[in-house]
């Protein structure tokens, strides 16, 4: 279960503005959610056309999903959202406002959040061409396990009824839905969770390689290695202090520390490339001569590419299986899309460290240095 | 043609060091290839190993390609080599030194300079899983046309006759080959030329996108622009200086000026991953929803995602086919090898870097300052 | 002489718009300029109060230098101009438009181009605080010698006859004046060969900081020779394009290819810095214990120090002598104000890279584009 | 008092290996120094002459530190130590190891610990030129209050009483010295302390600057601001991490944990010459136009500067003085040698990168990854 499906249900307030029952709602799904077990894939954004121009003041309007009538027993929406990640393998689709942009009124009719099972009429997914090639787990050991896809999401004249739906119609309340209900803070939390265990297999896959091909006594090298340490050491420091500092919040839910899971979601979009990048470099012409399972298992071949691709401390057979997962991490279409998708994980970091810098409290470090402006023995001459 | 093969025909004294014979067969080959019209592939590096050690030193030092006979008629060569690309579609294949590494004595037996027909006896390539998946044009723009392959050498005791040998066992003349050949002056020339038309390429296809979602109007994406254009404009300026200032060599052959091309090989490669950084950027959740061509054709779906992916100023059919371009020179497994191989083109930047400082004429700017200092006023003190 | 005054000079077309008289007093002050050998200062943009704001729109409007009288033999101005380098030593300021931030035409009382000579009633120059502290060459060799001066040139109701005025309250002519005479190319081949030089020196001054203290072999110490040795390759490379390509202009005069400069003028900015820092980097705590003349004299301490501070090739005195020329590099007050100045040069980096995204012909990539994605074997569907 | 004194005096087994004298010694300093609230500054590195070579191999062997003869009632020593800070303004100098260069048993002579008041016979600091121009609080804000010279302190056989004497002629304790008393720990967690307040007043001179000329509306600039933050935010949640995690050690010392405090200061120099370049880039031409205070205070130009300089929220006035303070932050010689001093705290940040790698727990890492490639379903061949 998202961990906005609970944000939403414990702190749900917010969607009293508009109607008690939209709290309601979203109470009644999270325990829905929570005692069926219900995996969900959600749709954050709009589609992609002209970034100028907000949703309304776009030429074809009415693409984009919106509300198309209220009726008595639910509504009816219309029209296409991005970017259903794991659309075709969950249960339901949760329709949520994005973090990074705010919506003024003339937006109101595509200021939607609801929950609708995969399997509703006129909702379909147009996935994207599928990074799993049915490559054996050797040659492809993440693909062929993890893709996830990626998919837009048609909604055509689908019909929501009223007890699925929590935002109806209010930009408004869209805008404060991610900040108010604590969904970005639980979400950062899983996030920022899921960065650590990253880092951490990024981090021994490269350790992996040095040692294989015995470039760990290099300063280049070895400096590429702090680096990725370095931001491990960052998010493990970030996720501590949220979770010591963790406090219930006003509806009784344990909440972590906002501030420094905030600094972490916005820090690791900045600096994950760049860990990508190591591994990639530190790869080198390991990852262009990588033969597959069956040159291996080859009569004709298995033993020269065994024998060709040994390194310092492994046979060709098993160093090759980790260049692959470095490929796989790096250079393959799988791979490639990881590093893209956790960039814009949250949105564009470009949008988010201005929303960052607007929400951080200043006022604090403006009054010192003022005040030590202050300490001074000069006198302020008079010019009146 | 490579510009290697002009290069030893047309300088080749270096090789009769050994024995005039090879600076024969150099020039020989060199008219035979260039009125034949002889495509070559060539490989230049030992497979990695241990990179701590010389290749001797190798624990199984056999492995990588070496002289094992020499005979009346010809030598026998065995072992591996990498990295031949474009390998299975060349008609024969030059064996030459690496540029980056200099070997000793010790590493005679590896130090060879040949060439043979791919379909010589004992000669085999193996290949790397094709990054071609039988795609349409559409789908996959670059790989279902340009995918070039790279393959690792292996030679089972092939004989090469010495009419096609011009380096045999010899350290001191592989390490010099490169440059005394002016080997490496003309393979730079067309590398700078592809790069200069590769950033052009680039460029294109990142100004076609900035036009297709309206977002060329903000600072940081012009800023992104920009700095495509000032490598563009740079690499320019570094080829014309270069065809300018070319003269002939010692052989006749017009030659161009070198400085300006060693400036430029060293850098592209400092650059060029930054440059497929910002395409990807820009593209942002435009390279993760790309339906395929196939759904364009479909009655059920075509014109949903017509709709659903239209851009500013394209119709989703355009506009896809264009994101689809930018996701294979970035994305895709054959994208990012392409990245890939343009950062190692030359080999490793960290040793290129190391031997641009070692080769580059220092003492001009040394004098420069040093004559500076003493245009001082002080008097020397006397510490006798 | 400025190379502006030459450029208003000799395309003088421009001023005629408003009045023949103008041009007329553009090509007679050039002339003057050329055969009185009169040094210039300049001062190009406003006060910097409310960067969000036109000029006309600042709340103390009247601050900065604006038109307050035409009278029939010249006119009046009054206000605030900012940067004068070099003011207290040249024999005339021209007051010019700033190259980067066009003005509306309500920003017209602002828009003015004239020449007064430095003495003129009315006119001062408030002046920073002096770098050269009365140190010796050996002490502080560059801001003993090459300290230039900052200045706010203030005008209280000066009076600039007609003959020295080239624009007078006009901001569409203002706009176009840099681009229009060529001043923008004359100033940056200027510039640029400024640059050149400026690189090989701070080249030389690190390789002998390499020498001194035996650093040159070490592998990252000698990439960021590299660096900066790259960075010195492409601006002779932009240089040189830039003069080779030069052709006549339509006034006749020699006139360098703007491309290339244009885009060495942005590079350079934005490298400059980090060229600074591979000085400060390599000086390490060499930057730090710096004896002075006077020590090195001093009977008591002048054999210790010269003992202490030797280095692998110089006596303490030499080595000292050498650091403090890096320190003064780096950084004292003048050395980082140096470096400061370099960045903003031609305004800020920010917005020269917008506008030169915006002024760069980005057509003929996008068609190259556009051409290839024509040439793909997918039939496009009908959606009519 | 020093971190490395408590250190020392608490954990001082080590000291034992040699004689359990100097434990007593190193022990009993501590108390004296914590009774007599000793201030002690301290020297840790040898003369910068040839980095190539260890100490003993120096060409003039001598100079550095080194003892020269024991005696009954303490040791002679003898030569040229840098760099001690605050050295004139302090009661005694700690002799101290470095923390980066581990030294071989030929550099014995040259591994010492002990202390000494600074008014030693024969003790002599060579100090730098002072950064302090007797400006007024006004005009530097900074180095007229805080300046802290930097020392060459040469010891001209300088008598040192055992009881004052920790560590004497052993190269393998010295090696060890900063991480066995867990000075190293308690270094780092005053240094981190230390750097959080300095971001804290860095961050807020920023922001202020922001405020004054009206530019925080501007995306770059918001990033900019946004930069300072995160590595605020980052330190913080170091030192939170390290102080939440504290233990007693074996002496019974409070010890905060130096997983988080490694990270914090293995980070910080790699990003504080950035925050600093920030403040830089932000005052802009701010930074070039400054008056002094006596300006200000002047009958005939006071009011014109005062007008002149005015900012959108502020008087000239007192715009220069935050203007003055950001300049003798970034490009005064006490700014500059701030941001330089920050960058070689600890050490060259490349050799500290190095031993950081080098001490890093790796194997689980490493493990985690050799796990999942054991989790594959392909069959491994059979190749003997």
Redesign the interface.
């Known amino acids: 279960m998202n961990a906005e499906v609970m944000a939403m249900g414990m702190n749900n307030e917010l969607f009293k503005e508009a109607d008690p029952m939209f709290a309601d709602n979203a109470r009644a799904y999270y325990e829905y959610a929570r005692e069926n077990d219900i995996s969900l894939t959600h749709t954050l ?1 709009h ?7 907000a949703q309304h003041e776009q ?2 309007a009415n ?1 984009a999903l919106h509300l198309v009538e209220k009726k008595s027993d639910g509504i009816i929406v219309d029209g ?1 959202r ?2 259903a990640t794991q659309g075709g393998i969950t249960d339901e689709i949760l329709v949520f406002p994005s973090t990074v942009k705010p919506a003024g009124e003339l937006d109101d009719p595509y200021s939607l959040a609801f929950v609708v099972p995969n399997n509703t009429e006129g909702l ?1 997914f ?1 996935s ?2 599928s990074f799993d ?1 049915n ?5 492809h ?1 993440l693909s062929s396990r993890f893709e996830e896809g ?3 999401v ?1 909604f055509d004249n689908v019909f929501v009824p009223w007890e699925k739906v929590f935002v109806c119609g209010n930009s408004s309340i869209c805008n404060r839905t991610f900040k108010e209900t604590n969904a970005v803070v639980h979400m950062s939390h899983q996030v920022v969770a899921k960065n650590v265990i990253k880092t ?2 990024l ?3 490269v ?2 390689i040095m ?1 294989s ?3 760990d ?4 090298v ?2 590429k ?2 680096e990725i ?2 931001t491990l ?2 998010m ?3 996720l ?2 949220s979770e ?2 963790a406090t219930l919040d006003r509806s009784g839910t344990m909440t972590p520390d906002f ?2 899971l ?2 972490a979601r ?2 690791y979009p ?1 600096v994950y ?1 760049r860990l990508v ?1 190591i591994l ?2 530190l790869g ?10 069956a ?3 080859s009569p004709e ?12 401390n492994l ?1 060709g ?1 098993e160093r090759v ?2 260049f692959r ?1 470095a490929w796989d991490m ?4 799988f ?3 990881q590093m ?2 956790e ?2 994980f949250f949105g ?1 970091p ?1 949008k988010m ?2 929303a ?3 929400q ?1 409290d ?1 006022e ?7 005040d ?2 202050q ?4 006198v ?2 008079n ?1 009146s």
């Not at 589609?47 to 121009?53: D, L």
């Not at 790096?330 to 279409?333: D, E, I, P």
């Not at 300490?375 to 000069?378: I, K, N």
């Open positions: 954004i589609p992609q056309v002209n970034r100028e121009k030429k074809d693409m296409v991005l970017l379909s147009i994207r061409e090639q490559k054996s787990t050797y040659d050991p990626d998919a837009i048609h951490e297999f981090l021994g896959t350790l992996n040692d091909i015995g470039i006594g290099f300063q280049h070895k400096d290695g702090t340490m370095l050491e960052t493990k420091s970030h501590y202090r010591q500092n501030e420094a905030n600094a916005n820090y900045r490339p990048e990639r470099i080198a012409s390991g990852l262009m001569g990588i033969p597959s399972e040159d291996f298992q071949i298995g033993m020269i590419v065994n024998r060709a691709l040994q390194s310092k046979q057979y299986q980790l997962l790096t250079l393959s279409a791979g490639s899309r893209h998708y960039y814009y564009d470009i460290g201005m960052y810098f607007d951080y200043k604090p470090y403006k009054q010192y240095v003022q030590f402006l300490q001074t023995t000069a302020k001459p010019f």
